[in-house]
């Protein structure tokens, strides 16, 4: 799953039963770079890698091209500002319908999609798995009671999954048209405010555009109110459509036992030793959040919109995320076709809160692992401590072993006070190991546009670009001593106090991750140099 409900929308969740009074926020906002700030010489908490090419990189030029699989929902590969920063299949002839190469995928030139079919069309919105163990206990539990079963165990399993089925799918339901009508609302009063303001029907109104809009009318001071009202709960009128199109994927698909999205695909979804299928479109139906993605990790960092981390760096495009669960069997295949085919990083920015096929997708990553490939993995965006709450994939294999090419990144915000840890980001003492910025993150969107997004969906790219970027210039180092330059130099706030996400709670940052700190690429770089010297 690519995106989910943070604090600000269980809050306007709460909201909608009844009426509330909202309040105006009075924050600025941070410039969609601050990520790439130093947090010592300016304003904001980043990760140092402005300082890192000023004053330790220069002129120097990268010694390797380091590949980075973006195992997402899709990249736009024609991002102006992603060209010559997408890794090419050298030994596939493109769009000549014959698998050059012969490694299984036809026409791969800038990587795969498993969401696809023979036909060409491509899956977007898909059930969540919480809804396929449904489905598939279904037919052995259904109307059954405990008196007449043997597996209790797994009775009880159904009963739960069964039970936060038509829970979450009647939630959305009374959810729907209330927020279709708050979107209906939000839509005419964007519209009135970029005609008052004489901009383009279809620019991103900042919060700068709503407090210079001076409306003559009652209409426009409605319209204004209504946009002031949203801001009091943080949420962008972006925000909000993506908030509406969730409940409706929701009840389309999410939690609907009755849809069935893979018969797109023609594959059999249960049947793991299936590893070729799907087509080359990588861009797919919805490439948003992958776009998003490859562009903190390596878009153009000069004449563009935005600027990626580092430079000497390669996307390859693997689409395996659905507006939905991805399922076990395609992330596993992913992970495989990345390693098999030169990547050195996997970044992937997506979570689940079950996983049956969980031990394909393990040993998927154990191949990863030998072949030297380093993994970084979003934490989530539930507010939970993961150290109990289950979020998939992760790094601890079923036999209780820890796979040791991987990396799960947490997401800070751009203040250094209380809100240092972002309100969403999940969060764990043993199991996620760093923080990185994950709020207000500005990079690349379809069709060559630009814009802000949070999450640690964001978090994990900017780990995997500071990755990318030590081992373009320190290429000797194998994935288990990159793993731990960038954990051993995570900057440090042994005193800083912070609001526990997901709550009110005032705790230790120190005690949300295993190194209590935010990923520092300057002091990596120096780190690794240190390491190779001494090999």
Known sequence: MRFRIRPAFLALSLALTGPVAFAQSGDDDAPGDWFLHDAQTGRYPGVSVDRAYAELIGTRRPARTVVVAVIDGGVDVRHPALQGRLWT????????????????????????????????????????????????????????????????????????????????????????????????????????????????????????????????????????????????????????????????????????????????????????????????????????????????????????????????????????????????????????????????????????????????VDEAVRYAEAKGVLIVHAAGNSGEDVDTADNFPRAVYSDGQRAANWLEVGASGWTDGAELAADFSNYGAKSVDVFAPGVDIGSTLPNGRYGELDGTSMAAPVVSGVAALVWSFYPDLTAAQLRDVLVSTARRYPNQTVTRPGSEDRVPFASLSVTGGIVDAYAALQRAAQLSQAQ
């Open 89 to 360: 299949n050298p030994d596939e002839v493109p769009n000549n319908g014959v698998d050059d190469d012969r490694n299984g995928y036809v026409d791969d030139v800038h990587g795969w999609n498993f969401l696809g079919g023979p036909d060409g069309r491509s899956v977007d919105a898909a059930t969540y798995e919480v809804t396929r163990e449904y489905v598939r206990l279904k037919p052995k539990y259904e109307g059954k009671t405990e008196d007449q079963i043997t597996d209790r165990a797994e009775f009880a399993y159904f009963q739960r999954v069964r039970s936060e089925v038509l829970q979450k799918r009647a939630e959305a339901q009374q959810q729907l048209p209330v927020v279709q009508q708050m979107h209906q609302a939000a839509t005419g009063a964007v519209g009135k405010v970029r005609v008052g303001l004489g901009l383009a029907q279809d620019a991103d109104l900042t919060d700068a555009d709503v407090d210079r809009y001076a409306p003559s009318t009652p209409e426009g001071r409605q319209a204004k109110q209504i946009l002031l009202q949203l801001r009091g709960f943080g949420i962008t009128y972006r925000d909000l459509t993506e908030y509406l199109h969730q409940l409706e994927g929701q009840v389309a698909y999410g939690y609907n036992p009755d849809a069935d999205e893979r018969s797109v695909v023609g594959d059999d979804p249960n049947d793991l030793s299936q590893r070729h299928y799907g087509n080359n479109d990588v861009i797919g139906p919805d490439a948003s959040h992958g776009t998003h993605v490859a562009g903190i990790i390596a878009a153009i960092r000069q004449g563009y919109g935005a600027r990626g981390v580092a430079e000497g760096v390669q996307i390859m495009a693997v689409r395996a995320v659905p507006n939905g669960d991805e399922r076990d069997k395609d992330v596993a295949n992913a992970i495989r076709y990345a390693a098999d085919n030169g990547a050195h990083i996997i970044n992937m920015s997506f979570g689940k809160s079950y996983s049956p096929q969980k031990r394909a």
